[in-house]
């Protein structure tokens, strides 16, 4: 009867052990943002980069000898799903979490990971209070902040298009608002005119009455903040009404999907985005193996998400386990070679050695103006 109690014992304490935080069969990889909906083209190339990454660690032996699983979840770039999202994956246990991937979304989403002490990383969530507010020492992210966006936009809008005149436009959400103030900001003391500063509704049907507001003002040029579906819509009807103003929006607009919608009226837009990282020969191998495997170019947010996939899973191993602590100082210790080049991150939890550039559409296709 002992003999067999102690054999008991022995499988119950068996369980536990391989049951406690540190002994899980797998690393948990979660991976947050809009898979369906007006901006899955802004999310599904995140779950694409975290796949390949993943795919590749597995087949070198996985990270601290596990094999690395996926939890996917979407929130459809929409605040108050994003909550629910970021619940599930910590009840799925996620040990590190790529995204989420709009400003909005991701800001809801943190308080729930950082309860969790689970780190975030972002390739696209760009709204500057993220990471410099202090609120969040849980989140990274491996895109540029806004205000650098935003003052990029104006130095090129002053030296390059010498406009003396602008309206900003906006679509009220906390990318998009906070994009546009910035720049409002940066233009004011660039000595440009601000002649309007408004928000309109996403998702409407019809942009006629800002529009016609723009053509009274007559700026030189009109900055967007906000996503690509409502700037495809304002730029065709500002031409449709045969208004030559110049239209600039950032990384919500530069995606083939604001082409693809606007048609031959997205000839002559402006964008700011991510540098072009083409010629970096880690950037050209995830490129390749993403033809590989779906047969087609990569979409936005590609390289920085395969880069966060990479820092994130290289901290754990850098770190030797999944503690929060000791990935969030590797994180901030360790450089890793990435699509985006060799990087780390600040105190504040954005990515060294990074940038943006200026985009105009020709031709049917961004192009990187110098």
Request: proline letters at 4%; one cysteine or more; a neutral charge.
């Amino acid at each position: 009867m002992k003999k067999i109690f102690g054999i008991f014992a022995v499988a119950v304490l068996s369980m536990m052990v391989f049951a406690a935080p540190g002994f899980a069969d797998t690393i948990k990889l979660g991976v947050a943002g809009a898979h369906s909906g007006d901006l899955a083209s802004y999310g599904i190339p995140s779950v694409k980069a975290a796949e390949l990454v993943v795919k590749k660690i597995n087949a070198k032996g996985g990270v601290l000898g596990k094999q690395v699983e996926l939890l996917i979840e979407d929130d459809v770039c929409k605040p108050e799903v994003a909550g629910n999202t970021a619940t599930k994956l910590v009840s799925e246990g996620a040990d590190v979490v790529l995204g989420h991937i709009c400003s909005g979304a991701t800001k809801a989403a943190l308080g729930f990971y950082k309860d969790a002490k689970i780190v975030a990383m972002s390739p696209s969530a760009t709204n500057p209070d993220l990471t410099l507010s202090g609120e969040y020492p849980n989140f990274f992210r491996t895109i540029p902040h806004d205000a650098k966006q935003a003052q990029l936009q104006v130095k090129f809008a002053t030296e390059v298009l010498k406009v003396k005149t602008v309206a900003i436009l906006h679509d009220k959400g906390d990318y998009g608002k906070g994009q546009a103030e910035l720049a409002r900001n940066y233009f004011k003391d660039a000595g440009v005119e601000v002649v309007l500063f408004e928000g309109v509704t996403p998702g409407a049907v019809d942009y006629s009455a800002i529009v016609t507001k723009v053509r009274r003002k007559k700026p030189e040029l009109v900055v967007w903040g906000g996503y690509h579906p409502e700037a495809s819509k304002i730029v065709t009807l500002m031409r449709k009404k045969k208004m030559k103003t110049v239209f600039m929006g950032a990384d919500g607009v530069k995606d083939d999907t604001f082409i693809k919608v606007a048609g031959k009226y997205a000839e002559g837009v402006y964008a700011t985005g991510p540098m072009d990282i083409s010629s970096n020969p880690m950037a050209k191998m995830a490129k390749e193996e993403h033809q590989k495997e779906y047969g087609a170019d990569p979409g936005a947010f590609f390289d920085a998400a395969y880069s966060a996939a990479l820092a994130l899973l290289n901290a754990i191993e850098k770190a030797g386990s999944t503690d929060y602590d000791a990935v969030v100082k590797a994180l901030k210790t360790e450089y890793v070679e990435t699509p985006l080049g060799k990087i780390s991150f600040d105190q504040n939890g954005d990515a060294t050695g990074i940038g943006f550039a200026v985009y105009k559409v020709a031709d049917g296709k961004f192009v990187e103006q110098q």
